[in-house]
T-cell receptor
Framework: DTAVSQTPKYLVTQMGNDKSIKCEQNLGHDTMYWYKQDSKKFLKIMFSYNNKELIINETVPNRFSPKSPDKAHLNLHINSLELGDSAVYFC?????????????FGPGTRLTVT | GNSVTQMEGPVTLSEEAFLTINCTYT??????LFWYVQYPGEGLQLLLK?????DKGSNKGFEATYRKETTSFHLEKGSVQVSDSAVYFCALSNPYSSASKIIFGSGTRLSIRP
């Protein structure tokens, strides 16, 4: 009965490779997000989709491309991986409560680029 | 614009000590305010929330009161346990601006000594 799930949990790869991270939510939420968390735990929003439409696209290199095949899934594809891409990536989904958005996070994917 | 400022960590306390983690915010209108907790190796979990002035959110012995006059939402717990060791994030959601974005503080790492 996992609410927001991500795969894989750990990803170790070499510079220059292309990799994908998958995210699925079974909460029926319309909005999904990708965040990057650095080693100091700072959270940076990367993208947000609402019902398969891109609504937030922060300053992120073009090597990062999100894809939302349906409102329950939001995948992240990264081309030409660099050392600086090493971080934990979190997927989240949210529901509008009428007074603001409440977010639910996945367990994270720890990406290590060597 | 909207922003959240929380006290820098790390915060180290002995078990059964009183905890306060300060959080102040800047926002237009009436945002909702949240505290999220991230235990080691996990994603963020919603700890508590408050949606209007003078509301008190509470969960697992933690409390925070929405103070509009001081634009604050400080997290408190009367007697901390080793299991409370985690990173705590203050956040706001403002339906009047920033679309579906939730603004997070930089996180405060809490360590509890037995």
């Amino acid at each position: 009965d996992t609410a927001v799930s991500q795969t894989p949990k750990y990803l170790v790869t070499q510079m220059g490779n292309d990799k994908s991270i998958k995210c699925e939510q079974n909460l029926g939420h319309d909005t999904m997000y990708w965040y990057k968390q650095d080693s100091k735990k700072f959270l940076k929003i990367m993208f947000s989709y609402n019902n398969k439409e891109l609504i937030i696209n922060e300053t992120v290199p073009n090597r990062f491309s999100p894809k939302s095949p349906d409102k329950a899934h939001l995948n992240l594809h990264i081309n030409s991986l660099e050392l600086g891409d090493s971080a934990v990536y979190f997927c989240a989904s949210s529901v509008m409560t009428g007074v603001g958005y409440e977010q639910y996070f996945g367990p994270g994917t720890r990406l290590t680029v060597t | 614009g909207n922003s959240v400022t929380q006290m820098e960590g790390p915060v180290t306390l002995s078990e059964e000590a009183f905890l306060t983690i300060n959080c102040t915010y800047t926002a237009t209108g009436y945002p909702s305010l949240f505290w999220y907790v991230q235990y080691p190796g996990e994603g963020l979990q919603l700890l508590l929330k408050a949606t209007k002035a003078d509301d008190k959110g509470s969960n697992k012995g933690f409390e925070a009161t929405y103070r509009k006059e001081t634009t604050s939402f400080h997290l408190e717990k009367g007697s901390v346990q080793v299991s409370d060791s985690a990173v705590y994030f203050c956040a706001l959601s403002n339906p009047y601006s920033s679309a579906s974005k939730i603004i997070f503080g930089s996180g405060t790492r809490l360590s509890i000594r037995p």
